[in-house]
């Protein structure tokens, strides 16, 4: 199993995500905003909702 880890992912990335997502959860759209207003790569989002244990919902490609 796939250890959760934080090392790579900034503490404002961090931050960031755990303000968004109060709810332990965010829409797929929010999340692609997030990154563009923190200008990082979205999969650098998607990893820190994944190390949280936040919920991506609402996927624009039906994945989540």
């Known amino acids: ?3 959760k880890t934080f090392a790579n992912i900034p ?3 961090l931050e ?6 109060p709810e332990k959860r ?3 759209v929010a999340a692609h905003r997030l990154a563009e ?17 936040i919920k991506i919902r609402e996927c ?3 994945c989540f």
């Not at 960031?16 to 997502?21: D, E, F, K």
């Open 1 to 3: 199993m796939k250890e």
């Open 11 to 13: 503490g404002e990335v």
């Open 16 to 21: 960031a995500v755990r303000l968004a997502a």
């Open 26 to 28: 965010i829409t797929c």
């Open 37 to 53: 207003e923190l200008k990082v790569p979205v999969r650098m989002v998607g990893e820190a909702c994944d190390a949280l244990g």
């Open 60 to 62: 624009q490609l039906g």
